[in-house]
């Protein structure tokens, strides 16, 4: 087993995630799975993951051009988007739990009027079965209509076509064939690991580990399969040793060669989001750069140390600090916050007003001071 440096797997981390900038289509296929989230500060994760890897790219791009491109959303190990090709290899995906009868009979009927209707909206739907509310996953008060939607979107039944502000439209999927044998249900398993290690590689062990069995989520009636997936995945990924833990990545990357940023980048400032590939995996992100990162949307304001939304600040392969930023009058307002001292050299200055001019474009605001 090759042994490697921290420094290297940093360095190897950061190339391969911050590619050259390409088109959306491409993109989206080297990401493999792109997070999504609902909050807007100053726009919602998906945008601001995309707009260090698509050229030219604005906030919103995604959503206006959804319908034509080769993506579905839909759960994965979080809720997202995903090749067409991978989604399909979920499915038909069983329920983590069945319905009883009232929600069956709920269920057919809201099948029989999306076929009826082709694409419907939610509150077309609403308002023709008027089924109240009903206590969601998190304790709150939400539409019936809404969960029935979710759930048949979960089971493969219903598909999202299309947002209109925000708000998901869906027509009904084909029928599904039934995966009959043991050798596609492996193949299909070993796919969508790969898929999970494209998109958050380097990964150590114990993160492979949480990764592959979170996709129980995504395939619930294949999880009693995934530890044998998780062990086959071990035996075939790139893998090295680093003081005695060890790391996969892709079986076709080479890990060693990827020890320098581009020099595209190695002057770069970037303002990460919460659920980028280089931020996801918290464990790994102190491990690289010695400090813990925390998601604060929901924490009570007085127990933030980082702020609400507060974005990774990236400088050349170390993240040292992280932004808060804002729109407020159509310009664009920035609160730095730094793990040790803020970086006292032009080179860094110049880098993080390139940044923020980046940022303003894609967000289409005025100007604003960091």
């Known amino acids: 087993m090759r042994e490697l440096s921290l420094a290297q797997l940093r360095a190897f981390a ?38 260090h890897r698509v050229k030219h790219y604005r906030a919103g791009d995604l959503e206006r051009r959804y319908a034509r491109l080769p ?16 989604y399909a290899l979920m499915q038909p995906r069983a329920a983590l739990r069945p319905w009883d009868r009232t929600h069956q009979k709920r269920a057919t009927q809201l099948m029989a009027y999306v076929r009826e209707h082709g694409v419907v909206h939610p509150r077309a739907v609403e308002a023709y079965f008027a089924l109240g509310n009903v206590t969601n996953y998190w304790g709150g008060s939400s539409s019936a209509t809404t969960h029935l939607l979710d759930a048949l979107q979960y089971r493969g039944l ?5 947002r209109e502000q925000g708000i998901r439209l869906y027509a009904a ?25 494209t998109a958050y590689a380097p990964l150590p062990k114990a993160s492979l580990h949480q990764l592959v069995l ?14 044998a997936a998780l062990a086959r995945a071990k035996e ?4 090295a040793r680093l003081a005695g833990g060890d790391w996969y990545w892709p079986a076709d990357e080479q890990a060693h060669k990827a020890v320098h940023l581009r020099e595209a980048n190695a002057e770069r400032v970037r ?11 918290r464990r790994r992100f102190e491990l690289f750069w010695g400090w813990a990162y925390r998601f604060e949307a929901y924490t009570p304001e007085s127990k933030r140390k980082l702020g609400y939304y507060a974005l990774p600040l990236l400088w050349r392969d170390h993240v040292i600090g992280w932004a808060n930023v804002s729109l407020r009058g159509g310009a ?19 880098a993080l007003e390139a940044e923020l001019a980046h940022l303003r474009a894609f967000l289409g605001s005025g100007s604003g001071e960091a």
Request: hydrophobic content about 45%.
């Open 236 to 239: 075939r990924l790139g893998h």
């Open 158 to 162: 219903l598909r999202v076509v299309r």
């Open 214 to 227: 979170r996709l129980r989520y995504a395939v619930p009636q294949w999880r009693a399969q995934l530890p």
């Open 71 to 86: 993506i579905e959303e839909d759960f994965f190990i979080n809720y997202g988007f995903l090749a067409r090709g991978s």
């Open 14 to 51: 950061v190339a391969r995630s911050l590619f050259a900038p390409t088109t959306l289509t491409r993109a989206l296929h080297k990401i493999g799975f792109l997070q999504a989230d609902p909050i807007r500060a100053p726009a919602r994760a998906q945008d601001l993951i995309l707009r």
């Open 332 to 350: 664009l307002e920035t609160s730095l916050g730094f793990t040790q001292a803020r970086p006292n050299e032009p080179a860094f200055e110049r």
């Open 173 to 197: 999927q084909p029928a599904w064939t039934r995966v009959a044998s043991a050798s596609e249900r492996k193949q299909r398993l070993d796919a969508l690991v790969d898929v999970l290690v």
């Open 271 to 281: 303002l990460l989001a919460p659920f980028d590939p280089l931020v996801w995996d």
